[in-house]
């Protein structure tokens, strides 16, 4: 019987193993399709992309080298990353939690779906007995593991994405105080986004990043609107898109930077304060849970304790 059910294994497995490689033929012989060859206008801005990022880690060995070791996961994550819809909802979340690189895509993928496979090892050899492996119970199993190691994945990646943002959001006002103040010394706007990354290093590191990476596309693209819509892209808040906004109205019809920059400040602080006055605001009904689940019950039991222990000794006696 054992040796039965390890040869109907074997037989899975180079079937699966033959079915996987054909589809990789099937797709590598493939025509191009009429949104294949329109999607080759994007070419140029992916190798822009690429020479920020090398711009970026020129300086740096040990990023170059675990760059070079990333490339194999990243063609696998890349097969395995979906539809094209589904890349650019990746991509964009990979864009607002900080992960700018060309292969985070094909890498973030590629270990969420190696968590899962290490779940369902551990599951298979560490919980089930060797009689259940291959039975309803194990296939069942494993595939809510690699459902749920996915969500989970997806989820942190989510909840990264959305605390990154607030910080964001809370130090865009500094961070426009001194571009104002950078803008009426006479700084261009390229060399306000450096000075200003570099002042709010250890104080706001979100935004002094964000920054930085944009002086760089500044230098590099030939459009200034692209990069500064870039930033808008990457960091998903709404006060910096409603800057990134203004500074192209700016620049498109000719107003002071310093004027422009000075008015995204006093809104954004305007901003800043009514979000403060609204989380104020719902304190009173976020505090009445656990008001209602930490002090309630063991007043009640207070109260209630004296009763219940005369009602036990009547029916005692």
């Known amino acids: 019987m054992t040796n039965d059910m390890m040869f109907l294994v074997f037989v899975g497995l180079l079937l699966c193993t033959t079915g996987l490689v054909l589809f990789g033929l099937y797709f590598r012989a493939k025509p191009k399709t009429l949104t294949d060859r329109l999607q080759t206008s994007g070419i140029a801005a992916d190798k822009e992309s690429q020479l920020v990022e090398a711009a970026l880690l020129s300086q740096n060995d040990e990023r170059r080298k675990l760059q070079k070791w990333l490339q194999p996961l990243d063609r696998i994550g890349q097969e395995l990353a979906g539809t094209e819809s589904d890349k650019f909802a990746t991509r964009k979340l990979l864009l607002m939690a900080g992960f700018r690189r060309q292969n985070a895509l094909g890498v973030f993928t590629f270990c969420k779906f190696s968590l899962g496979i290490i779940c369902i090892l551990l599951f298979l050899f560490g ?24 969500f989970a994945a997806e989820v942190w990646l989510k909840m990264r994405a959305a605390s990154r943002g607030g910080r964001l959001s809370s130090s865009l006002p500094d961070a426009l105080d001194l571009m104002v103040i950078c803008a009426e010394a006479g700084l261009p706007l390229g060399r306000i986004f450096k000075t200003v990354s570099k002042e709010l290093a250890f104080s706001a590191p979100e935004i002094a990043e964000e920054l930085g990476y944009t002086h760089a596309e500044l230098q590099i693209l030939s459009d200034r609107t692209k990069a ?34 000075r008015t995204i400040s006093e809104e954004s602080r305007k901003r800043l304060v009514l979000d403060l006055e609204e989380k104020a605001g719902k304190l009173p009904a976020q505090l009445s849970v656990p008001l209602m689940v930490f002090i309630l019950p063991p007043v009640i039991a207070m109260m209630g304790t004296p009763a219940m222990i005369r009602i036990i000794r009547m029916l005692g006696s």
């Open 127 to 150: 919980v089930l007995e060797s009689g259940n492996r291959l039975s309803l119970n194990g296939l069942a199993g494993s595939l809510m593991l690699l459902f749920f190691s996915s």
């Open 228 to 261: 500064l819509l870039n930033l808008s892209e990457r960091c998903g808040v709404e006060n910096v898109e409603a800057m990134v906004s203004t500074l192209i109205q700016a620049e498109r019809y000719g107003t002071p930077l310093s004027q422009a920059l």
